[in-house]
């Protein structure tokens, strides 16, 4: 039972655009949301997080939304560099019991 | 250089033969953990330690052992491996207590169990 869905598995977005990365989560105790990036034979890195008891984190070209009610966040990358393609991962962190569950991941691709 | 190494970053075994993949960080974490990825199921956790000497299973633990006898080290012990632990495995640390749940992950090790 995945706990946190990430339901577009791609996402094709033209250099300078908004890319807008979706996530759907199901546990309503989480207490953090994070964002990973990861590129091909990379592990991933972490990129951004929100508390859950805010509703917006940003951080230079990176904002990440978080609407409780409807269970979903977003990762808005504005402007889309090419250098940002990668997978970005979502993440959902249960603090009390260090544990992480992760979302199966959206393909950017940024077309020069 | 602050890092988590993996080794090894890609294997071929059969099954039934132990196996090892070691997990070593240099930045004194206290928390290390390891992730498997698996196509359309993203990274899910198979182990976690807080501590030296203190681990804990995740959610996928069936198959696998770790130890935690030093704090900058964290193997992945595959006693009896079968084909359904064909993965691509990823370890990771953190300061205590995950902070705000920023991982440090290391590069990957990709294990293929025919």
């Known amino acids: 039972d995945q706990q946190v869905k990430q339901n577009s598995p791609s996402l094709s977005v033209q250099e300078g655009r908004i890319s807008i990365l979706n996530c759907d989560y199901t546990n309503s105790m989480f207490d953090y949301f994070l964002w990973y990036k990861k590129y091909p034979a990379e592990g991933p890195t972490f990129l951004i997080s929100i508390s859950s008891i805010k509703d917006k984190n940003e951080d230079g070209r990176f904002t990440v939304f978080l609407n409780k009610s409807a269970k979903h966040l977003s990762l808005h990358i504005v402007p889309s560099q090419p250098g940002d393609s990668a997978v970005y991962f979502c993440a959902g962190l249960l603090y009390n019991f260090n544990k992480f569950y992760f979302g199966s991941g959206t393909k950017l691709n940024v077309k020069p | 250089e602050a890092q988590v190494t993996q080794n090894p970053r890609y294997l071929i075994t059969v099954t039934g033969k132990k196996l090892t993949v070691t997990c070593s960080q240099n930045m004194n974490h206290e928390y290390m953990s390891w992730y498997r990825q698996d196509p359309g199921l993203g990274l899910r956790q198979i182990y976690y330690s807080m501590n030296v000497e203190v681990t804990d299973k995740g959610d996928v633990p069936e198959g696998y052992k770790v130890s935690r006898k030093e704090k900058r080290n964290f193997p992945l012990i595959l006693e009896s491996p079968s084909p359904n632990q064909t993965s691509l495995y990823f370890c990771?640390?953190?300061?205590?207590?995950?902070?705000?749940?920023?991982?440090?992950f290391g590069e990957g090790s990709r294990l293929t169990v025919l």
């Open positions: 990771a640390s953190s300061f205590s207590r995950v902070g705000t749940g920023e991982l440090f």
